[in-house]
T-cell receptor, first 114, second 118 residues
Framework: AQSVTQLDSQVPVFEEAPVELRCNYS??????LFWYVQYPNQGLQLLLK??????LVKGINGFEAEFNKSQTSFHLRKPSVHISDTAEYFC????????????FGTGTSLTVIP | DAMVIQNPRYQVTQFGKPVTLSCSQT?????MYWYQQKSSQAPKLLFH???????NEADTPDNFQSRRPNTSFCFLDIRSPGLGDTAMYLC?????????????????FGPGTRLLVL
């Protein structure tokens, strides 16, 4: 069975400080990995994804993530956060064999403090 | 711009009164999904269509139905809403498996419909 764990439910960080949001997954087969951001009362917006190739992927708004197969992790990072980054962040996994099924983590609420 | 559109953005209904939520897409994607997201929780998949093939999740209540009359549109019908159905409902699309094309799996979400059952 597949599962996604976001270890931190809430992350407060000061403006212009770096941040890392952690995501671990469990799967016995190859996966695709995604990070989505959700602002209040809005849908999910794709931040970045790993499908294949380079394990370091860059996304929108200055975010990046690194796929680590041995540690089954896909942590999201940003070197300097802005107030506008305050939002809910979801990690998701799609299993290559089953295709359409997404497994979401429980989300991490990032709060940027002025 | 190609996108996923949901209407209405906000819907208030009474306990037991049927409600229909609408989703349309201009991406020409094969797969359309409906998720339910309750406050401070992750989205929960209710069902999805791969073209015309309907795939229901095992734990989706019978109260929730869906229709996909064509590629562009998909509807979520809640036949007799209960108070516990108050949630954000998200529609998403993905390309699906089409002859080995890349990026078949990425799901693109609409803005959501926030449903309040009174």
């Amino acid at each position: 069975a597949q599962s996604v764990t976001q270890l931190d439910s809430q992350v407060p960080v000061f403006e212009e400080a770096p941040v890392e949001l952690r995501c671990n997954y469990s799967s016995s087969v190859s996966v695709y990995l995604f990070w989505y951001v959700q602002y209040p009362n809005q849908g999910l917006q794709l931040l970045l994804k790993y499908l294949s190739g380079s394990t370091l992927v860059k996304g929108i708004n200055g975010f990046e993530a690194e796929f680590n197969k041995s540690q089954t992790s896909f942590h999201l990072r940003k070197p300097s956060v802005h107030i506008s980054d305050t939002a809910e962040y979801f990690c998701a996994v799609s299993v290559r064999l089953t295709g359409n099924q997404f497994y979401f983590g429980t989300g991490t609420s990032l709060t940027v403090i002025p | 711009d190609a996108m996923v559109i949901q209407n209405p953005r906000y819907q208030v209904t009474q306990f037991g009164k049927p409600v229909t939520l609408s989703c349309s897409q201009t991406l020409n994607h094969n797969v359309m999904y409906w998720y339910q997201q309750k406050s401070s929780q992750a989205p929960k998949l209710l069902f999805h269509y791969y073209d015309k093939d309907f795939n229901n999740e095992a734990d989706t209540p019978d109260n929730f139905q869906s229709r996909r009359p064509n590629t562009s549109f998909c509807f979520l019908d809640i036949r007799s809403p209960g108070l516990g159905d108050t949630a954000m409902y998200l529609c998403a699309t993905s390309r699906g498996r089409t002859g080995g094309a890349l990026d078949q799996e990425t799901q693109y979400f609409g803005p959501g419909t926030r449903l309040l059952v009174l």
